[in-house]
């Protein structure tokens, strides 16, 4: 499934399509946003110290600048802060979807990225440039909310068996927050997602000390359960090694859009 351009507009950029879309208080879903290209302030903006250190802070930095409309709410009509809260809100796959556009219309529709081969024999440093039109769309599949049942489940203190759930999927501002725990801590930053991501737990408290104390089996359920879910852009690519001919998947990541 491929998003495509739908308006252009010269005077004020260029609009797309999301692939959930935002959801106001009101409860109304805007499905489209407008962007207009990056330009040497936009560039300024993500190399100061407290943005370039997290990538996911330069992703939203982009959007927050670049992004003028999002459905009916123009970014020029509500307060600074307000502005950013939505761009945070939105899921990471609509996210994604506006860092993929902001790149093709700013600096054109092929990404080059670099790897290691796979193979511990050869190890070569491979170049590859992937078109934007290349990249797989994973649709929205109409589930804000997950339901989950945990193959074991963790007793309260009272002595009650908690296995069953809903969570939702991750968005901007958890991208934010665990973009430098992840780096130094995978486990721990696995443990802040699932406390910030599970929204209801049979009337128990979530806390970060009971997600921690979920066995393995349950923590990769959850953690799976996200990723079947998980919609916009697909960020494996197949990468064909020139040195030995080894074939190996790779992954991108939001930085590699701008």
Known sequence: MAIKKKVINEQLGETFDFVRGYTDESGTTHKDFELREMNGSDEEAISKPEIKSNGAKIGRTLLERCCLRIGTIYKSEVKSQEWREIIQSLSVGDQDIMLLRLREISLGDEIETQYECADKNCKAKITTIISVDELEIIPYNGQDLIEFELPKGLKDKDGNLITKGKLRLPNGLDREVLDGVIR???????????????????????????????????????????????FGVSTTVDVDCPNCGESFKASLNAVNFI
């Open 184 to 230: 130094k801590n995978q486990g721990l930053a696995n443990t802040m997602m699932l406390t910030r991501c599970i929204v209801e737990l049979e009337g128990a408290k979530v806390h970060d000390d009971f997600v921690r104390n979920l066995s393995i089996k349950d923590r990769n359920y959850l953690s799976d359960l996200i990723k079947e879910n998980s």
